[in-house]
């Protein structure tokens, strides 16, 4: 069994003792962003990845180094790592929630969406496979759209546990449906197989989907827990 531990955690402010975790790119990347909700769930993501971190590496956070090169651009907005640990972790974000994954070196992927929104035909036949496809055709609208985000979650999360972003096609992934506990049933890509992949949904409240994956067919425990804890 894998064990994979879920931190959650609501939008941070953007105040001076968060932002003095940031590296330079870091700070780069929070100024490119024009809104300030999209600066708060970047700035939430690094500081709870760096915290959650130090804390296994018995380290301060500011003291762990987060590099996220980019395979094909060499830019800062890859795959994020800590060079060196015996940990691999993975960053999510929507609406108001931030999710960082991290096991002890078991390559992981964490996703989670929101579900307030319309799941059009252009999105459908972007991401989901024939098999899928049909599988959510004739459901009423808001049915479908949950069933969309909730296919969406689960392909994102194997999509980043490879590490490889959208050079993987999304639409060549099957899924298995809303309602049945997730598992990759085929795979077009040579990296990924269902017999090497685990899975697990997660629960991070009313109006999100989200779900860990790792590279690894032993199985997965996940403990979910809140950042700060929740009284
Ligand atoms: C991987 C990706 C598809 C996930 O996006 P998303 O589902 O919209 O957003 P999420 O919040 O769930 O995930 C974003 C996080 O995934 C992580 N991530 C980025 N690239 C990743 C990759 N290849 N594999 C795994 N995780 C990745 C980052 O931690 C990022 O968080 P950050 O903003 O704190 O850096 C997205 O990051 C992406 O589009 N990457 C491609 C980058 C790009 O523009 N490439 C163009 C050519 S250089």
Redesign the pocket.
């Known amino acids: 069994m894998i064990d994979c531990a879920v931190w959650w955690a609501t939008p941070l402010a953007t105040s001076g003792e968060f932002l003095a975790l940031l590296n330079p790119a870091e700070r780069e ?1 929070l100024h490119a962003y024009r809104r300030e909700a999209d600066q708060r ?2 700035l939430t ?2 500081v709870l ?1 760096r915290t959650l971190a130090g804390q296994r590496l018995g380290v301060d956070p500011a003291a762990v180094e987060l590099d ?1 090169t ?4 060499g ?6 790592r800590v060079p060196g640990a015996p940990l691999a972790l ?5 609406g108001d929630r931030i999710a960082v994954a991290l096991t002890g070196g078991t390559a992981v ?5 929101t579900v307030n929104r319309r799941a059009d035909d252009s999105l459908i036949s972007y991401a989901l496979s024939d098999a899928e496809r049909a599988a959510i055709a004739g459901l009423p609208d808001d049915e479908r759209a949950e069933a969309f985000f909730t296919y969406w979650a689960r392909k ?1 999360a194997v ?9 993987i096609s999304l639409r060549g992934l099957t899924l298995s449906a809303a309602g049945e506990p997730p598992r990759l049933l085929a795979a077009a890509d040579g990296e990924l197989s269902p017999e090497a992949t685990s899975m697990a949904d997660l629960t991070p409240g009313e109006e999100y989907r989200a779900t860990v994956a790792v590279l690894s067919g032993a199985g997965l425990t996940v403990t979910e827990q809140w950042w700060p804890p929740r009284s």
Not at 109 to 113: H, L, M, R, S
């Open positions: 990347r769930r970047f993501g690094r990845a996220a980019c395979a094909d651009c830019r800062q907005h890859g795959p994020p993975s960053i999510s974000h929507s992927g964490i996703d989670v969406e994102e999509m980043k546990a490879t590490g490889r972003g959208l050079r």
